[in-house]
Nanobody, 125 residues
Framework: QVQLVESGGGLVQAGDSLRLSCAAS????????MGWFRQAPGKEREFVAA????????YYSDSAKGRFTISRDNAKNTVYLQMNSVKPEDTAVYYC??????????????????WGQGTQVTVSS
């Protein structure tokens, strides 16, 4: 089994920055594709960002593009989501997930077999 633990969430003001971390342990795949998703109350879980196996390619939702940056440290089995210029509409529970097979499209939740428990991000206006 793979365990994913997100951290770094909290209450921030609009325009602030926040960095989320996701540490993987247990059965670790060889540098799998990793993704960040979020889910706001009453809404479906949506794609935020994904990163390729060695970090050479990043993928973002339109809402994240230009403000968020995904990165990874394979030596630490950790993936990060740097969130800048946050907005109230970024308020959600943020989840990291493992796409062990590298299945596309990376934005599809069905291609991720392992999920963390989530970390709450609340942005006040």
């Amino acid at each position: 089994q793979v365990q994913l633990v997100e951290s770094g969430g909290g209450l921030v003001q609009a325009g602030d920055s926040l960095r989320l971390s996701c540490a993987a342990s247990g059965r670790t795949f060889s540098n799998p594709v990793m993704g960040w998703f979020r889910q706001a109350p009453g809404k479906e879980r949506e794609f935020v960002a994904a990163i390729s196996r060695y970090g050479g390619s990043n993928y973002y939702s339109d809402s994240a593009k230009g403000r968020f940056t995904i990165s990874r440290d394979n030596a630490k089995n950790t993936v990060y989501l740097q969130m800048n210029s946050v907005k109230p509409e970024d308020t959600a529970v943020y989840y990291c997930a493992v796409n062990s097979g590298g299945f596309r499209p990376y934005a599809d939740t069905r291609n991720y077999a392992y999920w963390g428990q989530g970390t709450q991000v609340t942005v006040s206006s």
